[in-house]
């Protein structure tokens, strides 16, 4: 299912399908040098559920973002639900191929998971959970108008929030 389109990509609900594709990201030490380690496709069968079983409870998860000119798969992007120093929040979380990275891909894609959690979803507050040395992370953070609030301990290890504020001037299309 088709979730959102921007001028360059159309985001969908990933399946068991995308093994493949996925692998790409997961089995990329470089891609994956923020996070513990790379994932086997076992792993990465078992993140598809997990994303899969998000879309059924909370409407949201990362969603796979394929290129509208040709349908390439180029990454990943969409909204998480966390759990940060005991509250829930929702994070805007984005992983992409190498191949494509520093094409405003990951910006592009992070704007419209904002926009949809702010106009269709509701939310006044989203997150973005960053490792304190990512900093292409940090910087796709700062362009869709999130900025650093505080350090906390998750995943083992110190992790930077970036959070964005909605307010109804900026989205006057949101819901009342
Ligand atoms: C983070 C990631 C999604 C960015 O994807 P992308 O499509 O390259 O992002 P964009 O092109 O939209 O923007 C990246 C910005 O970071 C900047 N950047 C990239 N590497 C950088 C670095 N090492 N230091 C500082 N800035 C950097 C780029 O110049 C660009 O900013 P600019 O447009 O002002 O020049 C991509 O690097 C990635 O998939 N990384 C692996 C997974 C990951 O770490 N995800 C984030 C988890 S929190």
């Not at 996925?22 to 076992?42: C, H, W």
């Not at 993140?47 to 969603?63: A, D, K």
């Not at 990454?75 to 998480?80: A, F, K, P, R």
């Not at 939310?123 to 490792?131: A, H, K, P, Q, V």
């Amino acid at each position: 299912m088709i979730v959102l389109e921007t001028k360059r990509m159309l985001l969908r609900e990933m399946d068991m399908s995308d093994v493949e594709n996925l692998q790409g990201i997961f089995a990329d030490s470089e891609a994956m040098r923020y996070y513990p380690k790379t994932k086997n496709v076992a792993e990465t069968e078992d993140w598809i559920r997990w994303n899969m079983s998000s879309y059924r409870v909370f409407r949201f998860g990362l969603w796979l973002a394929l290129l509208k000119e040709n349908g390439a798969f180029a990454g990943q992007c969409g909204l998480v639900m966390q759990r940060v120093d005991d509250l829930p929040e929702v994070e805007i979380g984005y992983l992409f191929l190498r191949k494509f990275w520093g094409q405003g891909l990951a910006t592009e894609a992070a704007t419209a998971c904002r926009d949809y959690g702010v106009n269709q979803l509701g939310y006044t507050r989203l997150i973005s959970l960053i490792d304190p040395h990512n900093r292409a992370s940090k910087k796709v953070a700062e362009k869709i108008g999130m900025a650093f609030e505080k350090e906390t301990f998750m995943f083992n290890k110190h992790i930077c929030v970036y959070a964005f504020h909605a307010t109804a001037s900026e989205h006057p299309t949101g819901p009342s």
